[in-house]
């Protein structure tokens, strides 16, 4: 019989031992983490166009940056950011490159109210964003002192045509044109299969005009519903969708007409919520599209 080396008898003492230590000492697995749900930002200017949505949510606490407030949530387990982002471009392009760097949102929907430019629409009607457009970057012919303002005469400028001069040099030649942000076709799609849903109007696909003006010139609005194709204006939509487009974030408009002066349509303030119980429909729907692993 051979004889067991020295070197065989200690690393079978020490598999033994190791077997006895494994079976007798206390142990717990710790499984690993799962990759957090991108959550869903729904985006509304003022206190009436966001905290309708915020009530739906569970969970909610409250974060701000800027003059922004973020509402984070859940609605139906998937997690939701309500962005109250301030009336106008400058706070809603603030809101929404914040919203995205801190929050990482797989989709975004900038909702409200907004003013009828389509003498076709009636007040809780609401228009799809197929397009948005920065309906107040217009550079103004040449008159000379005393000769007036022309405002109906004045040409669209696109400040990201280049980084030259929008109004001087052979760069503004390039941006003598009109920049208009597509919606997203799936999140356009799905919104559309569910206008039976909107039970105060109409759903329709449109253009969304945005600036910091507060139109009552009918002249004024025709002249960019002809010119723009704007089916509606309010001041927060091109900008949001701008900002999106930059970062790749799939992007909505949702607008609800609270009034509309094409046709002597009356401010109802009521039409706020009806835009969000709209945009709920479509949220949830678009929850229960996701693939059951995200």
Same mark, same amino acid.
């Given at each position: 019989?051979? &004889?067991?080396?020295?070197?065989?008898?200690?690393?079978?003492? #020490?598999?033994? !031992?190791?077997?006895?230590?494994?079976?007798?000492?206390?142990?717990?697995?710790?499984?690993?983490?799962?990759?957090?749900?991108? $959550?869903?930002?729904?985006?509304?200017?003022?206190?009436?166009?966001?905290?309708? !949505?915020?009530?739906?949510?569970?969970?909610?606490?409250?974060? =701000?940056?800027?003059?922004?407030? !973020?509402?984070?949530?859940?609605?139906?387990? =998937?997690?939701?950011?309500?962005?109250?982002?301030?009336?106008?471009?400058?706070?809603?392009?603030?809101?929404?490159?914040?919203?995205?760097? /801190?929050?990482?949102? /797989?989709?975004?929907?900038?909702?409200?109210?907004? %003013?009828? =430019?389509?003498?076709?629409?009636?007040?809780?009607?609401?228009?799809?964003?197929?397009?948005?457009? @920065?309906?107040?970057? *217009? &550079?103004?012919?040449?008159?000379?002192? %005393?000769?007036?303002? /022309?405002?109906?005469?004045?040409?669209?400028?696109? #400040?990201?045509?280049?980084?030259?001069?929008?109004?001087?040099?052979?760069?503004?030649?390039?941006?003598?044109?009109? /920049?208009?942000?597509?919606?997203?076709?799936? +999140?356009?799609?799905?919104?559309?299969?569910?206008?039976?849903?909107?039970?105060?109007? @109409?759903?329709?696909?449109?253009?969304?005009?945005?600036?910091?003006?507060?139109?009552?010139?009918?002249?004024?609005?025709?002249? +960019?519903?002809? @010119?723009?194709?704007?089916?509606?204006?309010?001041?927060?939509?091109?900008?949001?969708?701008?900002?999106? =487009?930059?970062?790749?974030?799939? *992007?909505?408009?949702?607008?609800?007409?609270?009034?509309?002066?094409? @046709?002597?349509?009356?401010?109802? $303030?009521?039409?706020?919520?009806?835009?969000?119980?709209?945009?709920?429909?479509?949220?949830?729907?678009?929850?229960?599209?996701?693939?059951?692993?995200?």
């Amino acid at each position: 019989m051979k &004889k067991t080396t020295p070197l065989f008898s200690a690393l079978f003492a #020490l598999l033994c !031992f190791n077997s006895m230590a494994e079976s007798s000492m206390k142990s717990v697995t710790v499984a690993s983490s799962e990759t957090p749900l991108a $959550p869903i930002m729904i985006q509304g200017p003022m206190p009436i166009e966001a905290e309708y !949505f915020v009530s739906l949510l569970t969970d909610v606490r409250v974060e =701000h940056s800027g003059n922004a407030t !973020f509402y984070l949530g859940t609605l139906n387990g =998937h997690p939701i950011v309500v962005a109250k982002t301030g009336k106008g471009l400058e706070n809603t392009a603030a809101a929404t490159a914040i919203g995205i760097s /801190r929050y990482q949102p /797989r989709i975004i929907i900038n909702q409200g109210t907004s %003013g009828g =430019h389509d003498p076709k629409l009636n007040v809780g009607d609401i228009v799809l964003g197929e397009k948005s457009v @920065n309906a107040s970057n *217009f &550079k103004t012919p040449k008159l000379e002192a %005393g000769e007036g303002s /022309r405002p109906l005469n004045w040409i669209p400028m696109d #400040l990201m045509a280049s980084e030259g001069s929008a109004g001087e040099g052979d760069s503004a030649t390039d941006a003598e044109k009109i /920049r208009f942000y597509a919606g997203d076709e799936t +999140l356009l799609k799905l919104a559309m299969s569910l206008s039976k849903e909107h039970k105060s109007g @109409n759903v329709v696909k449109g253009t969304i005009g945005s600036g910091n003006f507060w139109n009552n010139e009918i002249d004024r609005i025709a002249w +960019l519903h002809k @010119n723009l194709g704007t089916s509606v204006e309010e001041m927060e939509s091109a900008s949001a969708a701008q900002i999106a =487009h930059a970062y790749g974030v799939p *992007f909505l408009g949702i607008r609800i007409l609270s009034n509309n002066i094409t @046709n002597h349509g009356e401010y109802n $303030p009521g039409t706020a919520e009806a835009c969000q119980i709209f945009v709920k429909t479509v949220v949830e729907a678009y929850i229960a599209s996701l693939p059951k692993t995200l």
